[in-house]
């Protein structure tokens, strides 16, 4: 997929720019992931695109993860502090309910 001709260039950078983000969550079929794979690298800018973006989505998914794990903990943390009130004012739940 070496274009032969710069403008030929431009469109096959068009059009790996525009398939980027399925690119990357592996959402195309072989030939096409294969073809923007040989694309990406052959040319340096659209090997910059997909650093960037590769880049930019292990961010968002470190951020999920921390946010994700904190959410957890402040669930446990709240679910704990009613129990303890509940069992305080005298309600203790069957033992499935605490285990949980």
Known sequence: MIPP????????????????????????????????EHHVMACSGCAAHVAFAR???EAVRSVSRSRTSQEDQHTRMLRTMVMNRLADAGFHPPPSETSA
Not at 16 to 35: C, H, I, K
């Open 5 to 36: 001709t710069e403008a030929m260039r431009m469109d096959d950078c068009r059009a790996v720019v525009q398939r980027l983000w399925d690119f990357l969550d592996q959402e195309l079929d072989a030939p096409t992931m294969a073809a923007i």
């Open 55 to 57: 880049t930019f989505l």
